[in-house]
C-alpha cells in the first residue's frame, strides 16, 4: 500500500535551517510528483512548492520563493523539504502529498504524517 | 494574488444535506479538489476533479461546480462527518488552498 512516512518533530532557533524527509513506499516513486503543504497551529493549509520526482523539476511558492529548496532522492524514494532562514511564524506541521498527475486535475491522493517544525529562541 | 475563500464554520443536523462552498477566480478554469481533515490528523482527498470520489469514500460525498463556485455535498451527514474541509485547486502559479470550512454536525 502507498505510504509517506516523514521524518520526526524539530524544534530550531530563528534564523537557522531545517530539512524534513519523506520516505515514499508502495509506489513507482518516479511516476508521481510531490508536493509540500504546511499548517501554521489552529491556521488552514498553505501550499509550498512541488517537485517531479522524475525529473527535479520544481514549482515554489511565490512567498517561499529563495528560502525553500525541494529535492528528491531516487535510489531511496525519498523527498526533501529544505527551509531556510527560519522565523517564529514558520511554526507549523509539514505534510508532504504525493500529487496524482493519473487522476482528473491532479489531486493530492496521499499524505504523509506530517512533522512538526518548531520555531523558537 | 488568486485565492479561494470558504464559509468559517457550517453546522447541519444527524442525517440532513449540507453544501460547503469554495468561491475563486481560478475555479472559472479548474475543477476543486476537497479534502477532510480530522483534528490531529493529515488531510484525506474525498473529492476530485468534476465529480470523482477516491476508493473507500462514501457515496454520500459529492462535488459539483459553476462559473467560480465549487460545491461540497453530504447527503445525509453523519456524526463522523465532523472535520474540517478544504477546497483546493491549480492557479497559474501553482496551487492554492481555500481557508477551511469547520462543519459541525448536531
Known amino acids: 500500500q502507498v505510504q509517506l512516512v516523514q521524518s520526526g518533530a524539530e524544534v530550531k532557533k530563528p534564523g537557522a535551517s531545517v530539512k524534513v524527509s519523506c520516505k515514499a513506499s508502495?509506489?513507482?516513486?518516479?511516476?508521481?510528483?510531490i508536493s509540500w503543504v504546511r499548517q501554521a497551529p489552529g491556521q488552514g493549509l498553505e501550499w509550498m512548492g512541488w517537485?517531479?520526482?522524475?525529473?527535479?523539476?520544481?514549482n515554489y511558492a511565490q512567498k517561499l520563493q529563495g528560502r525553500v529548496t525541494m529535492t528528491t532522492d531516487t535510489s531511496t524514494s525519498t523527498a526533501y523539504m529544505e527551509l531556510r532562514s527560519l522565523r517564529s511564524d514558520d511554526t507549523a506541521v509539514y505534510y508532504c502529498a504525493r500529487e496524482n498527475s493519473l487522476l482528473e486535475q491532479q489531486p493530492f491522493d496521499y499524505w504523509g504524517q506530517g512533522t512538526l517544525v518548531t520555531v523558537s529562541s | 494574488s488568486s485565492e479561494l475563500t470558504q464559509d468559517p464554520a457550517v453546522s447541519v443536523a444527524l442525517g440532513q444535506t449540507v453544501r460547503i462552498t469554495c468561491q475563486g477566480d481560478?475555479?472559472?478554469?479548474?475543477?476543486a479538489s476537497w479534502y477532510q481533515q480530522k483534528p490531529g490528523q493529515a488531510p484525506v482527498l474525498v473529492i476530485y476533479?468534476?465529480?470523482n470520489r477516491p476508493s473507500g469514500i462514501p457515496d454520500r460525498f459529492s462535488g459539483s461546480s459553476s462559473g467560480n463556485t465549487a460545491s461540497l455535498t453530504i447527503t445525509g451527514a453523519q456524526a463522523e462527518d465532523e472535520a474540517d474541509y478544504y477546497c483546493n485547486s491549480r492557479d497559474s502559479s501553482g496551487n492554492l488552498f481555500g481557508g477551511g470550512t469547520k462543519l459541525t454536525v448536531l
Open positions: 481560478s475555479l472559472r478554469s479548474y475543477y
Open positions: 508502495g509506489y513507482t516513486f518516479t511516476s508521481y510528483g
Open positions: 476533479g468534476k465529480n
Open positions: 517537485i517531479s520526482a522524475y525529473n527535479g523539476n520544481t
